[in-house]
């Protein structure tokens, strides 16, 4: 008994054309591009992840050392009844970004930068604004234990 010779194009045809499928969701093609399709999705997850987890990107480096500026400056919030309430501007900037950019403005709109930004909130009571003020401050702790009373937070709401 002999063994059969091949020639190129034969084994070819045998083995490796016919050995793997053409068409369908079994395709080396669709394979392959099913591979990379999922590399591509998982580089871009990890970017992402990067991009929020990991490190800082310049605008918020910024935001921080300004933030870290007005650690010892006040900021007065005038209120409809009783006298206005001093917070932290760190603190109240940090958690809210209108007062930021008010705050960031400043020099625009203020030439006396000696006395304590006023914010105006006369349309809300004494009570309310200090309950919005200590949900913020727990706000920014995490702390979930804190409960707000609702008829202030419908009041702030407004």
Same mark, same amino acid.
């Given at each position: 008994?002999?063994?059969? $010779? ?6 070819? *045809? @045998? ?9 369908? /969701?079994?395709?080396? %093609?669709?394979?392959?591009? #099913?591979?990379? @399709? ?7 997850? #990890?970017? $992402?992840? %990067? ?11 910024? @935001?921080? /050392? ?10 007065? $919030? %005038?209120?409809?009844?009783?006298? =206005? $309430? ?7 900037? %940090? ?7 008010? /705050?960031?403005? *400043?020099?625009? &709109? ?5 006395? =304590? +930004?006023?914010? !105006?909130?006369?349309? &809300?009571?004494?009570? #309310?604004?200090?309950?919005? +003020? ?5 706000? !920014?702790?995490?702390?979930? !234990?804190?409960? =707000? ?10």
């Amino acid at each position: 008994q002999f063994l059969a $010779i091949e020639d190129e194009a034969e084994w070819l *045809r @045998r083995y490796g054309l016919n050995g793997e499928p053409h068409y369908g /969701a079994d395709s080396y %093609a669709n394979q392959q591009e #099913a591979k990379q @399709r999922v590399q591509a999705q998982e580089e871009y997850q #990890a970017q $992402i992840h %990067a991009k929020l987890f990991d490190g800082q990107t310049p605008a918020d480096q910024r @935001r921080n /050392a300004q933030l870290d500026n007005w650690s010892n400056q006040v900021v007065k $919030i %005038a209120v409809r009844n009783g006298s =206005p $309430i001093e917070c932290n501007l760190k603190n109240l900037a %940090a958690c809210s970004d209108t007062v930021f950019t008010m /705050a960031e403005t *400043r020099p625009h &709109y203020d030439t006396d930068e000696t006395q =304590p +930004l006023l914010l !105006s909130l006369t349309e &809300y009571s004494h009570e #309310a604004v200090l309950h919005f +003020l200590n949900l913020l401050n727990q706000y !920014s702790k995490s702390d979930v !234990s804190f409960r =707000p009373k609702e008829h202030l937070i419908v009041e702030c709401c407004q």
